[in-house]
């Protein structure tokens, strides 16, 4: 009979962490729990929620996920909206408010609201809060985007909303609002059984270097990002170029594109005019292509997020999970796992992402030391099991509202 | 019969509060200890114990390492970071001690104030805790010499640190059922231990020789 979810994970995690998950998820109980995002495919949260969502009905909590509906015209809003947030100036047209009412009223009409708590995740959705009125229930907002800078005007307009909920979740202090409502702190995590996390053998890393015509003698750097300017695949290419004029190398920039994502297209289109170098190997991966990421990761020598802005990045905590030293941009989350000098390096522009290569390149011993590291940071704090648990202790913090010290005999 | 009831282990399982205040200078950060609830002084003093660190840290106190990393006010840091958390038997007077603190540097720097790069600010958190039954307890104090080493860290730091100073217990739990048991001088051999000076995992250790030093197995 093939072990359970929680029997993997306990291999994993050990028992301590799994038996935790019992307790916690005992004392939720009988209170279901019902997910709201944007898209099924693509995309961190999707990818969380399709993990999640099994190892917490294992645990005996009854969870949904739902998707909302949405087209072309409101997903570029929101598209906009999640730059705009980012701190990136957009132009807000009262237009492209009225795609999101019109896109939230269709779905308030469609969707079956069947949780006790109701978990809604980023803004596309956060509309949906207009039920509460008439349903009532206990509602939280997860947050999964970098809002440390927002611009005011699409952080006013979705506020109002926020402030209905009875609990926002964000994945950062720096990331904390000024909310009427209990905000609390809860990193993405990352799930060490799926396919793009899961150990692979090393005849099928050779497989996967082979299919993207790798050369694994020579040192492989990697970025596995979606096709966007606020990943600076461009800037990853300018530190590649003053690697190589010193050291043999090669570059991938792999990504896939999520549903909700129409501007990844153009910024693809950008990078390709400026790798010209056969050495750099653009690759555009389709849904499911989880098991080549894993490979291409494990085939690096090292990994860049070379983020401007960042949310919490997890393509990092996978990298880490894969014992690879992380060059990553100073920004966001990117802080939380990097650990300058001990799990990788933090870095400023391509200049400073081009000396730690350097430098890592030159040290196959500090290479092994950080990944060593990297491992034991993400097994610590951002693996999925965690992810679960502060899911479930949110859930019980909602009965507490006013109280720092919970005693859940 | 026992004269005294079994040690029931708790733990404690935690939610990080954001609480949405900020500071990007001393100014600002004092404005902040004097505002924030106490169990925000608390966590910032106390919750890199529970962390898993690659090397010791050199100081655990968040006021300090923000005082140092990212306003390089080294001086304040170090007089942050050297205070005795044994002293303070409530967080009124740990909250008291720091804002004396911080208002005496600002004194001596004539109010000048740096401030922190942008991104870099000192962000006031708490912790929402669940105090919870682990199911495990000592009926005796050779049970407990057995026990000690099944617990977790997390439920050690709970009776040991958390008990005595965020619930204002007198002593830490240990101690205070040893005294039940009339071994007055355990108990308070181990009250002597500091915490802080220690890994979670030490402390556990220094605990288990201490009680059998004392031949209570």
């Known amino acids: ?409 | 019969m026992n004269p005294v009831g079994p040690f029931h282990f708790y733990t404690e399982r935690r939610l990080v509060q954001l609480t949405g205040a900020k500071a990007s200078d001393l100014g600002e950060l004092l404005a902040g200890l004097k505002d924030v609830s106490g169990s925000s002084i608390f966590y910032h003093t106390h919750h890199r114990f529970l962390s898993h660190h690659f090397q010791k840290p050199f100081v655990y106190n968040d006021f300090a390492v923000w005082a140092s990393a990212a306003v390089q006010t080294e001086e304040l840091a170090e007089k942050l970071g050297i205070l005795d958390l044994r002293r303070f038997t409530s967080i009124r007077q740990l909250r008291e001690t720091l804002v004396a603190i911080v208002e005496e540097h600002l004194r001596e720097a004539d109010g000048q104030l740096r401030p922190c790069l942008p991104g870099h600010e000192f962000h006031f958190c708490k912790s929402k805790s669940f105090i919870m039954p682990t199911g495990i307890m000592a009926q005796d104090p050779a049970d407990m010499a057995s026990k000690l080493p099944t617990i977790t860290n997390v439920s050690l730091y709970f009776h040991f640190v958390e008990a005595r100073l965020r619930m204002e217990r007198a002593t830490n739990d240990f101690s205070q059922w040893f005294k039940a048991w009339g071994a007055d001088a355990l108990a308070q051999e181990i009250n002597s231990i500091d915490p802080y000076a220690l890994t979670l995992d030490e402390l556990k250790g220094t605990i288990a020789n201490l009680i059998s030093r004392h031949g209570v197995v």
């Open chain 1, 1 to 409: 009979m093939a072990a359970s979810l929680l029997q993997q994970y306990e291999e994993i995690v050990g028992p301590e962490v799994t038996q935790e998950l019992r307790v916690v998820a005992d004392h939720v109980g009988k209170r279901r729990m019902q997910n709201i995002n944007s898209t099924p495919v693509g995309g961190g949260v999707a990818e969380l929620l399709a993990r999640m969502v099994p190892l917490l009905r294992e645990l005996g909590v009854d969870t949904t996920w739902d998707v909302i509906k949405g087209d072309q015209t409101f997903f570029s809003v929101t598209k906009n909206f999640h730059n705009a947030l980012h701190g990136k100036t957009i132009e807000l047209t009262e237009h492209m408010l009225q795609s999101y009412r019109e896109t939230t009223e269709m779905n308030l009409r469609e969707m079956n609201f069947t949780g006790d708590v109701i978990w809604i995740h980023d803004p596309q959705p956060a509309g949906l809060i207009a039920a509460k009125k008439e349903i009532g229930r206990r509602w939280v907002w997860r947050c999964h985007i970098d809002v440390s800078s927002p611009d005011a005007r699409v952080w006013n307009f979705l506020q109002p909303f926020v402030d209905q909920y009875d609990a926002a979740i964000f994945s950062m202090p720096a990331f904390a609002q000024q909310l009427s409502i209990p905000q609390f702190m809860v990193t993405p995590s990352i799930d060490p059984l799926s396919d793009k996390n899961r150990e692979l053998d090393e005849n099928q890393v050779d497989r996967v270097a082979e299919k993207f015509h790798l050369d694994r003698k020579r040192p492989i750097l990697t970025q596995i990002s979606r096709f966007d300017r606020l990943k600076d695949p461009v800037g990853v290419i300018a530190a590649y170029r003053l690697v190589k004029a010193r050291r043999d190398c090669q570059l991938v920039l792999a990504g896939g594109g999520a549903s909700d994502d129409p501007e990844g297209f153009e910024v693809l289109q950008e990078v390709r005019a400026a790798a010209n170098d056969p050495d750099i190997h653009i690759l555009l991966l389709p849904d499911g292509s989880d098991l080549d990421i894993n490979g291409l990761v494990r085939a690096s020598t090292a990994v860049f997020q070379k983020s401007l802005r960042e949310g919490f990045g997890l393509t990092v905590t996978e990298a880490l999970w894969k014992r690879k030293p992380v060059i990553g941009g100073d920004v966001g989350g990117i802080r939380l796992q990097v650990l300058d000098g001990v799990t990788g390096y933090l870095v400023h522009s391509p200049e400073g992402a081009a000396l730690r290569t350097l430098q890592l390149l030159a040290d196959p011993e500090l290479r092994r030391r950080m990944g060593d590291n990297g491992y034991q940071h993400v097994k610590q704090n951002f693996l999925l099991t965690r992810d679960v648990k502060d899911h479930l202790l949110v859930m019980a913090a909602l009965e507490h509202p006013d109280e720092d010290v919970v005693h859940a005999d």
